[in-house]
């Protein structure tokens, strides 16, 4: 019995002792803080190859007032239909639907448009990869900088 639990504690201490132990070049896992691979280099790190300018307002889009036109009208168009019973004042509630969705799909619009301005930074990643993010500002970023990707924006590293 004694040399039965022996055995057994000398078997748990080596599979133990064997899960702590760690491989050459390996760090503690992904996102860990001033940790990098054996080769110096950081994995979320690259040198910037192109940026891109994109402007707000760079061309007239009508798709934003057309569909909420469309929205709008048909919108008003089954409110009237379930609150009156004139003829008349169905067509006013839809001319209105789609005035008022087409003012709201334009604004809709300018704001999202307004959201894209800024630059598109493509980073070729030390392990081959290419990523690209959008920021609103450089920071200093240049082509042929080396960044470091990290939050969905690139950093002078």
């Known amino acids: 019995?004694?040399?039965?639990?022996?055995?057994?504690?000398t078997i748990a201490t080596l599979a133990v002792?064997?899960?702590?132990s760690t491989s050459p070049g390996?760090?503690?896992?992904y996102g860990s803080a001033?940790?990098?691979?054996?080769?110096?280099r950081?994995?979320?790190?690259g040198t910037v190859v192109a940026i891109e300018t994109s402007a707000a307002g760079g061309g007239t889009n009508v798709a934003g007032p057309v569909l909420g036109g469309i929205v709008g009208a048909v919108a008003a168009k089954e409110l009237a239909r379930r609150n009156t019973d004139s003829e008349g004042r169905r067509n006013v509630a839809i001319a209105a639907g789609a005035a008022g969705g087409a003012v709201a799909g334009n604004a809709?619009?300018?704001r999202v448009e307004a959201n894209r301005s800024g630059y598109t930074v493509h980073v070729r990643m030390d392990d081959g990869r290419?990523?690209?993010?959008?920021?609103?500002?450089?920071?200093?970023?240049?082509e042929g900088s080396y960044v470091r990707v990290q939050n969905?924006?690139?950093?002078v590293y």
């Open 26 to 29: 390996y760090g503690p896992g």
């Open 42 to 45: 950081c994995f979320d790190c």
């Open 17 to 20: 002792a064997g899960c702590a």
């Open 152 to 155: 969905g924006r690139a950093w």
């Open 130 to 142: 290419t990523t690209a993010v959008h920021q609103a500002d450089l920071g200093g970023i240049r």
């Open 34 to 40: 001033g940790t990098a691979p054996a080769s110096g």
């Open 108 to 110: 809709i619009q300018n």
């Open 1 to 9: 019995m004694r040399m039965r639990m022996t055995c057994v504690a």
